[in-house]
């Protein structure tokens, strides 16, 4: 049997799953998502996740298609019945199906979809090795703090960034770095402080981000919120990025610089165990 997936209300095989013509998020990308990772079978920092898909559809103006008890019920069903050890559940919820309009009816009801991938979280050959990144021009619209479905920006500059042999990029506007193109970027100072943008408009409020640093908090540790340069990026003693997907992973080069000894620093490999150790997972 292959993977079942959720659609606005079934639970269907994904081969007979249908988005309609007039779904919004399919004509304009009017829809927002989300992605929780899934380790032994467990969801990861799946509060941060939902709390931040409640807050772009309400950004949005978008209902919630389920409460939060009912997603989650979607969710660990999606997680069940797909055998799901290791890998993401995402969920999107676009504004509804309407005739092509850029005026939309109040009356819209949302659409909920969701499915599983499986895939490796832990002991990937980035986080063991690192990563280089790409320095980019940041094409995105001016709302990023809101996870909508609208990825082309990200699609195209991870593309451009593979062809020129990176393993992924880092997006820069008015001469500061702002995110990662997935991923909330980090860096580490030559005298130990943690370095990562604080939360605005111009980037998203990362999830795994979010709960590496209440690990930090707790384990004596600060996170110092400020934007940097791209220039200080390349200088720095560390750098890593952090997602749902890659949890904490090593960047050992940023453009055509290489950082440190080109190896994962000993600071990024505490906060990978810090991280890990909290999600169940021996390091």
Not at 63 to 91: K, W
Not at 94 to 99: H, L, T
Not at 105 to 134: E, M, Y
């Amino acid at each position: 049997m292959g993977r079942i997936v959720y659609v606005h209300g079934q639970f269907v095989p994904e081969e007979e799953a249908r988005i309609g013509l007039f779904d919004r998020g399919f004509l304009f990308g009017d829809a927002v998502y989300e992605v929780t990772a899934v380790i032994a079978g467990r969801m990861i920092d799946n509060d941060l996740h939902l709390a931040r898909l409640e807050r772009s559809l309400k950004e949005l103006d978008i209902p919630l298609a389920l409460d939060r008890p009912e997603i989650v019920a979607v969710q660990t069903e999606l997680i069940a019945r797909n055998a799901l050890q290791d890998g993401t559940v995402y969920l999107q919820v676009s504004r509804g199906e309407a005739d092509r309009d850029f005026f939309y009816p109040a009356t819209l009801a949302p659409r909920l979809v969701g499915f599983t991938q499986a895939k490796s979280l832990t002991g990937t050959k980035a986080q063991q090795n690192g990563i280089a990144v790409d320095l980019a021009s940041d094409p995105r619209w001016q709302r990023r703090d809101i996870k909508t479905a609208m990825l082309l920006g990200q699609v195209m500059a991870k593309q451009a960034a593979r062809a020129r042999g990176f393993d992924d990029v880092w997006l820069v506007e008015g001469g500061l770095v702002t995110e990662g193109a997935s991923s909330t970027a980090h860096l580490i100072t030559a005298d130990g402080r943690i370095l990562t943008r604080a939360a605005s408009q111009a980037t998203l409020p990362g999830c795994t981000q979010r709960a590496l640093a209440r690990l930090c908090a707790a384990d004596g540790l600060h996170i110092e919120e400020r934007a940097f340069t791209p220039e200080e990026a390349q200088g720095a003693a560390e750098a890593f990025q952090t997602s749902a997907s890659s949890l904490v992973t090593p960047v050992v080069r940023i453009g055509d610089r290489v950082i440190g000894d080109g190896k994962p620093g000993p600071r990024t490999r505490a906060l990978q165990a810090l991280y890990l150790e909290a999600a169940g997972v021996s390091v």
